[in-house]
Every structure is written in structure tokens, then in C-alpha cells.
């Protein structure tokens, strides 16, 4: 068990977040994009679709940790565990610091705003945000709502996007 540990440690330093996630068993689509590594104690029960983003700080959760309680009341509990599978369907966004919780099935073409809890099952084509995380908006008034402060700026390399942004927001050399 301690080896097992210190061993995750040593490749979550050495492969990348993606390399790491497939390693630990986690089963995911085409064009993914990982920016955690916190992917729980039965990482093998996560699927994930395609072109799904999981941002910096996520934390998935399979196992239900409070059945410790009931293992100690109860002594014909003492070997019960509560572990559930977490599905995640195709062109998902998962904000940063956000907790998956057992059971939960995300659904296709979904945001999930930073720092939400999400603790029930999500539809599809919503943007979900809060603690737990709740239907916001469909995803069309995402657009719709958020269309003013689009910036066709994908293209750009990284110093033709730091001058385009530098200047549109009038910001100076640092000094």
C-alpha cells in the first residue's frame, strides 16, 4: 500500500497529467485535456468522452469515506464499502477546484462553473455553477449572454496574443 503510494507520487512527477490518468486506469475519449491529477482512490471506475477539459484543482470522488462511521458501529459492517462509478459524457467543460462526487453521470456539451460541488447527475446542455452545483443556463444563453466579449484570439501565438491583450485592456510595460 505505501509502496503503491509512494510509486503514484514518483509518476505523477515523471508522466504527463494525461499519461498519468490512462497509467492509473481512468478510461477517456479523443481530445482531452487534463489539468489535474486528482483523480481518487478507484480511478479505474471514472469514464470520461471526448473533447472533454478538466481544469487545475478537480477532484474526483468515487468512494464514500463516511461508511468508516458505520464500520465502526457496527460490527457486521466491517468490510462494507460505498464505491460509484463516475461517467462524464462528450465536449464537457470542468471548471477549476471543482468536486465530483460518487455516482454522478455528467451529461454531453456541459459547463460546470469553478469551485462547484456536483453531487447529482447533470443534462445536457447546461451550464451548471454552485454548491451543489445547479442548472444556471442553457448553454445557447451561455452563447448568447457571452457573445460581446468573444475574442477570436485561438490563432495567435503566445506574444501576438500577450500584445493583442495588452493592448486592448491599455496595459503598460511592467517596470
Known amino acids: 500500500m505505501l509502496i503503491n503510494r509512494i510509486l503514484r507520487k514518483i509518476l505523477k512527477q515523471m508522466l504527463s497529467r494525461k499519461s498519468y490518468a490512462k497509467y492509473i486506469g481512468v478510461r ?5 485535456r487534463f489539468y489535474t491529477d486528482e483523480f481518487g482512490s478507484e480511478p479505474y471506475l471514472i469514464t470520461i468522452g471526448d473533447d472533454v477539459t478538466i481544469s487545475n484543482n ?12 458505520v464500520r465502526n458501529i457496527y460490527k457486521e459492517y466491517k468490510n462494507i464499502d460505498i464505491i460509484k462509478q463516475i461517467k462524464i459524457g462528450n465536449n464537457v467543460f470542468i471548471g477549476a477546484n471543482v468536486t465530483i462526487m460518487p455516482g454522478v453521470t455528467i451529461g454531453d456539451n ?14 445536457s446542455d447546461f451550464v451548471y455553477i454552485g454548491i451543489p452545483a445547479k442548472k444556471h443556463i442553457k ?37
Do not use: P
Not at 477517456?28 to 482531452?32: I, L, M, R, T
Not at 478537480?58 to 462511521?69: A, L, P, S, T
Not at 456541459?110 to 443534462?123: C, E, F, Q
Open 28 to 32: 477517456f475519449g479523443d481530445n482531452c
Open 58 to 69: 478537480v477532484q474526483f470522488i468515487n468512494h464514500d469515506g463516511g461508511i468508516w462511521v
Open 110 to 123: 456541459v459547463i460546470v462553473g469553478a469551485g462547484s460541488i456536483v453531487t447529482k447527475d447533470l443534462d
Open 139 to 175: 448553454v445557447e444563453e451561455y452563447i448568447e449572454k457571452n457573445k460581446n466579449n468573444f475574442l477570436d484570439i485561438r490563432n495567435l501565438s503566445y506574444s501576438q496574443k500577450t500584445n493583442y491583450l495588452t493592448k486592448m485592456y491599455n496595459i503598460n510595460e511592467y517596470k
